[in-house]
Antibody, heavy 122, light 107 residues
Framework: QLQLQESGPGLVKPSETLSLTCTVS??????????WGWIRHPPGKELEWIGG???????YYHPSLKSRVTISLDTSKNQFSLRLSSVTAADTAAYYC??????????????WGQGTLVTVSS | ETTLTQSPAFMSATPGDKVNISCKAS??????MNWYQQKPGEAAISIIQ???SLVPGIPPRFSGSGYGTDFTLTINNIESEDAAYYFC?????????FGGGTKVEIK
């Protein structure tokens, strides 16, 4: 059974960089049959797709976050990571990693992690 | 960007009720819509894929319908275990976008 688990600091100071890791078990991120991505859910707002990638391909980023986001992968650990720079209070959210089958369309996620809450505050 | 307007934001249902949750897209998304269920502290699970396909293992009281811009998640004979947060996702247009979510309470 595929499992995804997010990890990282729960508190980040304004202007600093948010860094999270998603550890995948029960499946390899090297399979080209799947995309892997990050989503966030700010309190009181709708979920927002942040970005994602397919192994061997270039990452895709949300246009509004593109200048601040980097998604990378570590196949030796079966992990992928999110870095979001210059954070503000507006980046406070629950952050999720998820998998999407590689079929038509953009990231039709089928498996999600439980999420991790990140608060931006001094 | 495709906006998904999901309604209602909250609903309270009695066991046995039929519940409809709507997602309206700001532009045509064919049938590229998924529905998810999330309970507090748990990972979201996929319940409907590609508008109408029930994910294996999901009870058949869940169903999805629609095409183009109007979509509906229906829960027939709702049960207490269906109390959760439900949300839709369109993946036809870039970037993928989500509905605002519906919190379903069971009386």
């Amino acid at each position: 059974q595929l499992q995804l688990q997010e990890s990282g600091p729960g508190l980040v100071k304004p202007s600093e960089t948010l860094s999270l890791t998603c550890t995948v078990s029960g499946g390899s991120i090297s399979f080209t049959s799947y995309y892997w991505g990050w989503i966030r859910h700010p309190p009181g707002k709708e979920l927002e797709w942040i970005g994602g990638f397919k192994y061997g391909g270039s990452p895709y980023y949300h246009p509004s976050l593109k200048s601040r986001v980097t998604i990378s992968l570590d196949t030796s650990k079966n992990q992928f990571s999110l870095r979001l720079s210059s954070v503000t209070a507006a980046d406070t959210a629950a952050y999720y990693c998820a998998r999407a089958p590689n079929k038509s369309g953009w990231f039709p996620f089928d498996y999600w992690g439980q999420g991790t809450l990140v608060t931006v505050s001094s | 960007e495709t906006t998904l307007t999901q309604s209602p934001a909250f609903m309270s249902a009695t066991p046995g009720d039929k519940v409809n949750i709507s997602c309206k897209a700001s532009q045509d998304i064919d049938d590229d819509m998924n529905w998810y269920q999330q309970k507090p502290g748990e990972a979201a699970i996929s319940i409907i894929q590609e508008t109408t396909s029930l994910v294996p293992g999901i009870p058949p009281r869940f169903s999805g319908s629609g095409y183009g811009t109007d979509f509906t998640l229906t829960i027939n004979n709702i049960e207490s275990e269906d109390a959760a947060y439900y949300f839709c996702l369109q993946y036809d247009n870039f970037p993928p976008t989500f509905g605002g979510g519906t919190k379903v309470e069971i009386k």
